[in-house]
């Protein structure tokens, strides 16, 4: 990608005036994404979307327009924001009116407004942080709780069906040169030894103790950002995986990430442990929102939704280490078996504190 496609791209959604700096911005794991400044007026957020994970991004962007136009009408005449800052943000247009832009070298790009005055974190800062991110989603669900699911689109079949990525994982594993190393055999025994949790969410969504609701999808605490004068949560970002699902693959996304300190790009994997502490306090976050929409069966699969979202996540980045890395943004070869190694432990750690954190739940109710 070079600097002057880069400008192309962001000359396609800017508005008037002239482009002052583009930057590489953001820690994200999947796209590539740049913020754009200007002199005398506000930023935006440009990226080049990652087309080997989303195979067709015209419905990305098709799902996020039908979304946003739904949660405007929605914001407008409910007062469910109860006098707090929380935005949406908008897809910016090209000349042409369209809500992405497609290069020569079948690049895809689109632009966002950019949420002025927030932040967000890629660990979580203390107790009043986790509540803020719990409340973030527990925000998200409500405002799209009652947008029917067959308006959007599966843009990512697959996604968070743990038992697809056990078999893919099996696949690659049939073929796969594997390496002999303790982390190595740390995983692959890891793997081995919880032959059922794959199937958890799957069975009870099969059983009808789950249904489909519109779900984030990628709720980690560096996609909810937080105003930086109130340290309120205020926006939910990247929502290219926004899609039916189950709201269990979002709590359990968001608790494995907002609950391990070190964070998930720790070298120091073996130390990484589930607080249960944030956890009380991302639950309560969300429960100050979701307490209305959760059924009994809701409650009862939140700790198996926390322990399976860790444990699909180190599956992920293992595979991916297996395959040589095609799916996953690395920095370097061995990147995705450290991922994988704090997953890991942190799913550890999760079941070591299944009393705990199942009556933290019970508690919460
Ligand atoms: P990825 O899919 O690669 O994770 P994201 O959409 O999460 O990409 O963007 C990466 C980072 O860029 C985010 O973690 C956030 O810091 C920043 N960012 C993205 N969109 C916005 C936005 N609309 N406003 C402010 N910051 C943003
Ligand atoms: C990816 O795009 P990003 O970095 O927010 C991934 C998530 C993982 C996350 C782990 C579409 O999210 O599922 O949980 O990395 N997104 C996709 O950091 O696969
Ligand atoms: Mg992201």
Redo the contacts with the bound molecule.
């Keep these: 990608m070079t600097d002057n496609l880069i400008t192309v791209a962001a000359n396609q959604f800017k508005p008037k005036g002239t482009i002052k700096d583009i930057q590489q911005y953001g820690?994200?794991?999947?796209?590539s994404t740049f913020l754009v400044t200007f002199n005398s007026q506000k930023p935006f957020i440009l990226q080049r979307l990652n087309t080997t994970?989303?195979t067709q991004p015209k419905l990305v962007m098709d799902n996020i327009c039908i979304l946003s136009d739904y949660v405007r009408q929605r914001l407008n005449p409910d007062n469910i924001l109860q006098n707090r800052r929380w935005l949406f943000p908008q897809v910016l247009l090209t000349k042409e009116q369209k809500n992405h832009w497609q290069a020569a070298d079948g690049s895809f790009w689109r632009a966002m407004s950019f949420v002025d005055n927030s932040q967000s974190f890629d660990t979580i800062q203390d107790l009043q942080h986790a509540q803020e991110i719990g409340y973030g989603l527990g925000m998200f669900h409500h405002i799209v709780s009652s947008l029917p699911v067959e308006q959007l689109a599966d843009t990512?079949e697959g996604?968070h069906i743990t038992p697809g990525y056990l078999e893919h994982y099996n696949s690659v594993l049939a073929t796969a040169k594997v390496k002999q190393s303790p982390e190595i055999n740390y995983c692959l025994k890891f793997i081995r030894d919880r032959p059922t949790l794959p199937h958890i969410l799957e069975q009870a969504k099969a059983a009808a103790k789950l249904k489909l609701r519109i779900i984030h999808?990628?709720p980690?605490i560096?996609?909810i950002m937080l105003d930086c004068s109130t340290k309120q949560s205020v926006a939910m970002i990247?929502l290219?995986?926004v899609k039916p699902g189950l709201i269990h693959y979002d709590i359990g996304?968001c608790l494995r990430?907002g609950c391990n300190r070190l964070g998930?790009e720790t070298d120091n994997w073996e130390k990484v442990l589930f607080d249960p502490d944030l956890a009380e306090a991302i639950l309560r976050g969300y429960l100050k929102v979701a307490q209305n929409f959760l059924t009994a069966h809701d409650y009862e699969y939140i700790y198996d939704s926390i322990r399976l979202l860790a444990f699909e996540?180190g599956l992920?980045f293992f595979t991916d280490y297996l395959e040589g890395n095609v799916?996953?943004n690395v920095r370097h070869a061995e990147h995705n078996l450290a991922?994988a190694l704090v997953q890991f432990k942190l799913t550890e750690s999760i079941e070591t504190q299944a009393t705990a954190i199942r009556n933290i739940i019970e508690h919460l109710r």
């Design positions: 820690s994200g794991n999947i796209n994970v989303f990512l996604f999808g990628d980690k560096n996609n990247d290219d995986t996304d990430s998930e996540l992920r799916y996953f991922r």
